[in-house]
């Protein structure tokens, strides 16, 4: 049986970035399943997740698949683990209050698996009290988190905020895969 991987995509540029880890995963011969925010579709679209998985994404917190299955509790069935990218400060905040405001918040109170989330977002949002305090508090739960990192921000210039590279999150998670 493949293991399942379920991918949550959150609103930021950074998004981009998990089409790859998406499609490297199931080079892997890994079984995923994306879900995406509202506002992720500004930065990359369904079909894109679409064609790479062969399964049409998440798009709703009450969307039924043509099977008459409910995605959210069928995707987070045996998911092995649960990668959220790029977590922006907004999505922490839902993770953390335990929000189910859209697909992706919704899973992470569904899955029975490791959750890790990739932040990005600006430097200044990233060193923010709130921001810091919804990471602690996920943290605690057993969130694990990869990044963020230096680098070229979408703003124009260098600082923290950059999310990891596609290889770091391909790495880790198939670690996590070999472990499970």
């Known amino acids: 049986m493949k293991p ?3 991918v949550g995509v959150g609103g930021g540029i950074a998004a981009y970035k998990v089409a790859f880890v998406v499609s490297r995963l199931v ?6 399943r994306v879900a995406m925010t509202p506002s992720s579709l500004a930065f990359v ?3 894109t ?4 998985t062969g399964t049409q994404p998440i798009l709703s917190s009450t ?9 959210h509790i069928d995707a987070a069935r045996d998911a092995r683990v649960y990668l959220i990218a790029p977590a922006t400060a907004g999505m922490l905040s839902q993770l953390a209050m335990g929000a189910a405001d859209d697909p992706v ?3 992470a109170l569904t899955v029975q698996c490791p959750i890790v989330v990739c932040p990005a977002m600006n430097d200044a949002m990233w060193r923010a009290p709130a921001v810091q305090a919804n990471l602690a508090a996920l943290e605690r739960r057993g ?11 979408a ?4 600082a923290i905020g950059r999310m990891v590279e596609p290889d770091e999150i391909l790495a880790r998670l198939r670690e996590r895969l070999a472990d499970a």
């Open 105 to 107: 918040a919704l899973l």
């Open 155 to 158: 703003e124009g210039y260098d």
């Open 49 to 52: 997740f679409g064609g790479l």
């Open 4 to 6: 399942k991987v379920v």
């Open 63 to 71: 969307q039924v698949d043509a099977d008459g299955t409910v995605p």
């Open 27 to 32: 080079q892997d011969g890994c079984d995923v």
């Open 45 to 47: 679209g369904p079909s």
């Open 143 to 153: 969130v694990e988190r990869l990044g963020p990192v230096e680098g070229h921000l």
